[in-house]
């Protein structure tokens, strides 16, 4: 985008152009989402300025707590239903961004774990609209979330710590029972959280 264009434009739009960036949904296509993201986002200098931006951290906040799981019920084609649950896992990607996630107040990065952990169980009542891609993607982002905040990895066999520790690193998966484990593991932390 031209520069002048960059810093003219608000947060709030600023946001909106990064979201609807055509590569956004590229992610879909590489072996690690969360790193095909990053990567998309590295090469686009509207998300350079967006995360820059002192403000990035409150609208991106803002914009996920606003954007509900249900809104895929008013969407009526297949192809749209999936696309929507495509973006919406781009929308929990983005949030757990380096350059995102390290402007986040402390009760930001709470709340926002908590709010991960509610849209997982909100997802699993669309499980036909959303499927595993998006539960994958709320076990990895919430992971990132709780370990930030203080959780420790558990100790498990080496079979599945190899599986889980590929999972929560790289968001790359070679046993879907890890994501199942994750998602446990930060149930438990987040009722121990104060």
């Known amino acids: 985008m031209p520069e002048k264009v960059l ?41 350079e300025e967006f995360s820059n931006r002192k403000d990035a951290n409150n609208v991106l906040f803002n914009f996920y707590v606003n ?10 084609k297949g192809i749209d239903k999936a696309d929507y649950s495509f973006n919406y896992c781009g929308y929990e ?12 107040a402390r009760k930001q990065q709470t709340d926002i774990l908590k709010l ?5 169980r909100e997802k ?13 993607t709320s076990a990895f982002v919430a992971n990132k979330y709780a370990v930030l905040l203080g959780k420790k990895e558990t100790n498990v066999d080496s079979k599945t710590d190899n599986s889980q520790k590929l999972f929560t690193e790289k968001m790359l ?4 029972k890890v994501v199942d ?3 446990a593991e930060v149930e438990i932390f987040i009722n121990q959280l104060k």
């Open 93 to 104: 990607l983005f949030l757990c961004n380096k350059r995102i996630v390290t402007k986040l």
């Open 7 to 47: 810093k003219s434009i608000s947060t709030e739009e600023l946001l909106k152009v990064c979201l609807n960036y055509p590569f956004f949904s590229s992610n879909t296509a590489s072996n690690s989402p969360f790193e095909g993201l990053n990567r998309t986002l590295d090469s686009f200098n509207g998300f």
């Open 124 to 136: 699993d009542l669309h499980k036909d609209s959303f499927g595993f891609w998006e539960k994958m």
């Open 181 to 183: 484990n994750v998602l």
């Open 173 to 176: 998966i070679n046993d879907p």
């Open 116 to 120: 991960f952990m509610k849209r997982s």
């Open 67 to 76: 954007e509900q799981v249900s809104e895929i019920n008013k969407i009526e």
